[in-house]
């Protein structure tokens, strides 16, 4: 029998109770509204803000061989970040510390990558007011990760330095961590396309700036430099000032030109995840003779040694 | 009987297996990796780059009384943005626009507020190289908001004109439409501190460029004009320039310095929440005599009429 056509309606689809997750995640543990849960259920709302607004600000901190490095400053930059984004925490630095513990801890990765982040969040409303929203905190532990895989750190890094401008101050506060990347990313693939394998953008003078999760370093003549203007004040280019303090080098931050690192002795970045990180390898021309340079070696042997040392390090469980 | 101390170790909280979710959501319909979910749902990994890099493009159409406004400016300059950030999207334009059909029909909104998104996803290793990681699709359809709430739209809005300037194109194309905000909520936070309602910010030449999602004009002796450097292409600016054309009235995009703002005979804002929204008062001052416009109310009236002509619209389910 025949369906006469006036009774075809547009079947719609039916509307699913639970997402089905097919992803994949790596192995760690989150923190998330009072739970600690696997990597796979660690997720935001499409409609929270800190995705569709990237109204977010986070910290890394990495842990070594069961201890945490430089939590402290970490967490410093992160509480000051949330303040000037004007948000609030939920919890205070005493159970945040404990929070990142547990997560490492639950984990059971000796080294890892430790996020905590604070998101604006939302109304339930979806008010664009963001005074109205209710701010968020998140952490999680993942296994450590690093910009250079073990064959760069022992050859160095080939760099590529792209036109792409890092987003200036007057914009957003770099001194706030934040997740505005699309200049970053955008540099990354200049650098691909150009057969390099990681890149330093510019400042708003066409000064170097920094790169995608990294501050540089020059070193000419026994001193080092690393631009002063326009980028994160990240803990581990801290952590080279402190180490060069330490042994007698002369460190300062001012501006590095394009010509100024391409004609350095020696050129390392520098990043929580992987610490000191040689480059010899910049555009299509070598750094110095294109070897890892003798300051550059130091620095990473002296910087990974701290990783032990009270001073600069908590276990992770106290005993 | 007393337990010896070095019995006591610490104990570690339970990784729970399920997130509970507390948070409550807007009433809609998402779209992810195939199903068709409430937005309680819709939620995206803390390890997506679209969240931790704000990695991410997007559009929002809207629907009105069961119709689609522009649905196909916005698509193109969806996939424009796509293009750019060099993603791949797993659906073709015909499917992604059945798909946003459906989370409207679903939703069961008459008038709505649709959302696609596109995000450079993660992958299966948290790899830091962008070409590695799998994009992701995702859409919704929640109920339709605007900047300005009713009272806003008959008295018109109260602005200030923050410090804060617009991230400049050499930093992130303005093309590409991204969730790159603090700039925007800084704006924001210093227009509610100087008792404004929404804010403008400025460009890097100090002059005007646009709002938190919107776009702005100013109307001179019959003539409009909107800033041209620096800011999003609009579709409801662009709309503005056709009902321009349509009714014989000047609009050009060029810059507009803080003082020619404040001396303009009207101001109105544009954006896809909401429209087209008159400004009455820029500052401490009134723009003009503090009342809405002629040419704002014609092109408001205008604006709202072209939602039921075919030419302009079109119907979420077709007959």
């Known amino acids: 029998m025949a369906i006469p056509m006036t009774q075809i309606l547009p079947v719609l689809p039916t509307v699913d109770e639970h997402y089905c997750d097919q992803w994949r995640y790596p192995d760690g543990v989150a923190f998330m509204d009072g739970q600690y849960l696997p990597m796979s259920e660690a997720k935001i709302s499409v409609l929270d803000w800190g995705f569709l607004h990237s109204d977010a600000t986070y910290d890394t901190v990495h842990v070594w061989n069961g201890r945490f490095f430089r939590l402290d400053l970490h967490l410093d930059r992160f509480f000051g970040g949330v303040e000037r984004l004007r948000m609030k925490l939920p919890y205070d630095r005493e159970k945040i510390e404990s929070i990142l513990t547990n997560c490492v801890a639950l984990s059971g990765h000796r080294s890892a990558y430790v996020d905590m982040i604070c998101t604006r969040g939302s109304s339930p409303t979806f008010s664009r007011d963001p005074r109205q929203a ?5 952490a999680f532990a993942v296994p450590f990760g690093s910009v ?3 064959e760069q750190l022992e050859r160095g890094l080939h760099v ?3 036109e792409t401008v890092r987003i200036p101050p007057k914009s957003v506060d770099p001194a706030i961590k934040n997740c505005h990347w699309l200049d ?3 540099g990354l693939f200049d650098a ?3 057969g390099a394998e990681t890149a330093l953008i510019v400042d708003t003078n066409g000064h170097i700036a920094e790169g995608p999760g990294f501050n540089v370093f020059v070193v000419k003549d026994g ?3 690393t631009p002063a203007f326009g980028v994160l004040p990240g803990i581990t280019r801290r952590t080279v000032f402190d180490l060069c303090a330490e042994i007698g080098l002369s460190a300062t931050a001012a501006d590095i030109s394009r010509a100024e690192i391409k004609g350095a002795d020696e050129v390392f970045i520098t990043s929580t995840a992987g610490g000191i990180m040689p480059v010899t390898r910049i555009d299509d021309a070598a750094i ?3 070897q890892v340079g003798s300051v550059t070696r130091r620095l990473m042997d002296l910087y990974w040694r701290k990783h032990d040392d009270p001073a600069w390090s908590t276990a992770v469980i106290c005993p």
Do not use: H, M
Request: net charge positive; hydrophobic share 35%; glycine share 4%.
């Open 148 to 150: 250079a895989n073990k």
């Open 134 to 138: 209710e701010n968020r905190f998140i």
């Open 184 to 186: 970053l990313v955008k």
């Open 160 to 162: 590529a330095i792209s």
């Open 288 to 290: 110095s003779n294109g």
């Open 192 to 194: 691909y396309d150009r």
């Open 223 to 225: 001193s080092l430099r």
